[in-house]
């Protein structure tokens, strides 16, 4: 009897030991954290009622941006849950700008906008004069007039500048919306301006890159760069880098303009992306050249280029050892053999080599989708708008 119960009390520890061992196994074959959160990952997505062509803005807790269906978003960072909305009669393009409680952005229903950040009341709106003129969005055949961007507001010691197609540039008091100056340019202005010290920089579809005094608006100086200017200008030891549809990247002297080089795409690709300037490296997307190039600042000579395979008009962002980029395609394209790809890009910021690639959503039309934006590192996450209408957070 007592070695029949001593049998049965070490059969039930087996079934025990046999039950832990398998639920154990079972932990071991979940995905780790590691796993769950790998690079290149989407985390979370908000579907928008447009195409994201907008960069966005983080801002107390909040992620800012525009969208096609003509309205800015207001996103919980942590959540990702939509706060608010605020609709306009146009694509929202811009990159808003936000400070003080606020949030400043431009609509293609020509107007300059001011809501409250904390629940998108509109506070005041600017007039910029632009409501009747038409884009001229991507297409397959010529003429070429590719017109997608808006210009962002920037702000700066309570102004708020920004670019019109109307050709002007405006000044704006932030609290009351009312014009201090405008300066009028020949053409279009797509651009961003860029301000540094008592200069503010910015290009035109007249072909030019000015500078201004920001107090002002007065012109220090203009440089024609030969062909039609969307990029903003990039800012960096004494030098600001624009490239046009010239189609170079230049080099110019800050302070007189003067050229200190220049860098010429031999396909003949446009340069639609807006450099960015780290340690003494100008990184710039490009157009048909389909890569991202990262130049010495001093020289222009190319440290390395990195194949997108798309049109990478997207600004890079730098980030610790990494620099990202969006790519965008279209279909047909008119080289033949080759396919755009589209999606978002990391590299090695020393080595130009692929850290990862995040394919995005096909789309119909002539555009087939990818990322425009400029993506936005926050807390070890990139956020970015992309085509398919989606807001992204990818994990880094």
């Known amino acids: 009897m007592l070695f029949r119960n001593l049998l049965i009390g070490l059969l039930l520890c087996g079934v025990a030991l046999m039950s832990f061992a398998v639920e154990s196994s079972a932990d071991e074959k979940k995905p780790t954290v590691e796993k769950a959160t790998r690079s290149g990952q989407v985390l979370e997505s908000v579907l928008t009622g447009g195409?994201?062509?907008?960069?966005?803005?983080?801002?107390?807790?909040?992620?800012?941006?525009?969208?096609?269906?003509?309205?800015?978003?207001?996103?919980g960072f942590e959540d990702a849950k939509p706060q608010w909305k605020a609709c306009t009669g146009g694509r929202v393009r811009s990159t808003?700008?936000?400070?003080?409680?606020?949030?400043?952005?431009?609509?293609?229903?020509?107007?300059?906008?001011?809501?409250?950040?904390?629940?998108?009341?509109?506070?005041?709106?600017f007039d910029l004069s632009s409501a009747g003129i038409e884009r001229v969005l991507p297409h397959y055949l010529p003429p070429y007039g590719f017109d997608y961007l808006t210009s962002s507001p920037v702000l700066q010691a309570g102004t708020v500048?920004?670019?019109?197609?109307?050709?002007?540039?405006?000044?704006?008091?932030?609290?009351?919306?009312?014009?201090?100056?405008?300066?009028?340019?020949?053409?279009?202005?797509?651009?961003?301006?860029?301000?540094?010290?008592?200069?503010?920089?910015?290009?035109?579809?007249?072909?030019?890159?000015?500078?201004?005094?920001?107090?002002?608006?007065?012109?220090?100086?203009?440089?024609?760069?030969?062909?039609?200017?969307?990029?903003s200008p990039a800012i960096g030891d004494g030098r600001v880098y624009i490239?046009?549809?010239?189609?170079?990247?230049?080099?110019?002297?800050?302070?007189?303009?003067?050229?200190?080089?220049?860098?010429?795409?031999?396909?003949?690709?446009?340069?639609?992306?807006?450099?960015?300037?780290?340690?003494?490296?100008?990184?710039?997307?490009?157009?048909d050249a389909l890569n991202m190039f990262a130049h010495d600042g001093l020289t222009g000579r190319v440290l390395w280029k990195y194949r997108t395979g798309g049109w990478s008009w997207s600004t890079p962002s730098v980030a610790g050892d990494t620099v990202y980029i969006g790519a965008i395609s279209a279909y047909p394209y008119y080289f033949e053999g080759v396919t755009l790809e589209r999606g978002l890009h990391a590299v090695d910021i020393e080595t130009g080599k692929p850290r990862w690639v995040l394919p995005t959503r096909q789309l119909p039309g002539y555009v087939t989708g990818g990322v425009m934006a400029t993506p936005l590192i926050v807390d070890g996450k990139i956020i970015a708008g992309a085509l398919d209408s989606r807001l992204l957070i990818v994990s880094e």
């Open 243 to 287: 490239g046009s549809r010239n189609p170079k990247v230049f080099a110019l002297n800050a302070k007189t303009g003067e050229k200190v080089w220049e860098f010429e795409h031999t396909d003949g690709s446009w340069v639609e992306s807006s450099g960015v300037y780290r340690d003494g490296v100008l990184y710039v997307g490009s157009s």
């Open 161 to 231: 500048y920004v670019g019109s197609s109307n050709g002007n540039l405006y000044a704006v008091n932030a609290t009351s919306g009312e014009e201090i100056w405008h300066f009028t340019t020949g053409d279009r202005i797509r651009s961003t301006p860029t301000i540094h010290k008592d200069r503010l920089y910015i290009g035109s579809w007249d072909h030019y890159l000015y500078a201004l005094n920001v107090e002002n608006g007065e012109q220090v100086w203009r440089f024609d760069t030969g062909g039609i200017v969307q990029a």
């Open 51 to 75: 195409q994201i062509w907008s960069s966005a803005t983080h801002d107390e807790g909040n992620i800012f941006f525009g969208s096609d269906d003509g309205c800015l978003w207001a996103v």
């Open 96 to 125: 808003p700008a936000v400070a003080d409680g606020k949030v400043y952005f431009a609509s293609d229903d020509g107007f300059l906008y001011c809501l409250a950040a904390s629940d998108g009341k509109r506070l005041w709106r």
